[in-house]
Antibody, heavy 115, light 107 residues
Framework: EVQLVESGGGLVKPGGSLRLSCAAS????????MNWVRQAPGEGLEWVSS????????YYADSVKGRFTISRDNAKNSVYLQMNSLRAEDTAVYYC????????WGQGTLVTVSS | DIQMTQSPSSVSASVGDRVTITCRAS??????LVWYQQRPGQAPKRLIY???SLESGVPPRFGGSGSGTDFTLTISSLQPEDFATYFC?????????FGQGTRLEIK
């Protein structure tokens, strides 16, 4: 069974940093690109970032470019999102998504940016 | 960026009804179109990929069609567990973009 388990969310002040982690199991992690998608409270889905299977390619939404960094460790079956210079508008549930064509989603981790 | 526009934004229907949700892309996305279902408090669940391929385990009352810029998700006979929010997504190019969602409510 495919599982994606996010961690690292929490309350942070504007301008602060957080690092999200996602542990994957149940599939050959190193074969697939991975993604982060977020959902602000009561809002729709917003793609944040993607990383290719070998980390050769990384993509970011304009709203996070220059502030967020995606990375992965295929030996640990994990993907990460380093979030710096956080803003109130970054408040959302962050989902780890992958397994081929966004087929599998984690349960999400809540990030709240507030003073 | 490719804009994805869903209609309607919300719809009320009864158990047993047939419901169709549409998704229009601002540019040709070929068949790189995915449909998700999201129940309250849960993560989205993929229902349809490649515009019309049914995800394993998803009931056959769900169906997808379309290519290019116009797509539809049809639920042939609504069941109580189908009342949720549905999103379309294009994956042909970055940035990946989603429709704004269609909330399906019980009449």
């Amino acid at each position: 069974e495919v599982q994606l388990v996010e961690s690292g969310g929490g309350l942070v002040k504007p301008g602060g940093s957080l690092r999200l982690s996602c542990a994957a199991s149940g599939f050959t992690f190193s074969d697939y690109s991975m993604n982060w998608v977020r959902q602000a409270p009561g809002e729709g889905l917003e793609w944040v970032s993607s990383i290719s299977s070998s980390s050769n390619s990384r993509y970011y939404a304009d709203s996070v470019k220059g502030r967020f960094t995606i990375s992965r460790d295929n030996a640990k079956n994990s993907v990460y999102l380093q979030m710096n210079s956080l803003r109130a508008e970054d408040t959302a549930v962050y989902y780890c998504v992958g397994g081929g064509g966004c087929s599998h989603w984690g349960q999400g981790t809540l990030v709240t940016v507030s003073s | 960026d490719i804009q994805m526009t869903q209609s309607p934004s919300s719809v009320s229907a009864s158990v047993g009804d047939r419901v169709t949700i549409t998704c229009r892309a601002s540019q040709d996305v070929d068949r790189w179109l995915v449909w998700y279902q999201q129940r309250p408090g849960q993560a989205p669940k993929r229902l349809i990929y490649a515009a019309s391929s049914l995800e394993s385990g998803v009931p056959p009352r769900f169906g997808g069609s379309g290519s290019g810029t116009d797509f539809t998700l049809t639920i042939s006979s609504l069941q109580p567990e189908d009342f949720a929010t549905y999103f379309c997504q294009q994956t042909i190019t970055f940035p990946i973009t989603f429709g704004q969602g269609t909330r399906l409510e019980i009449k």
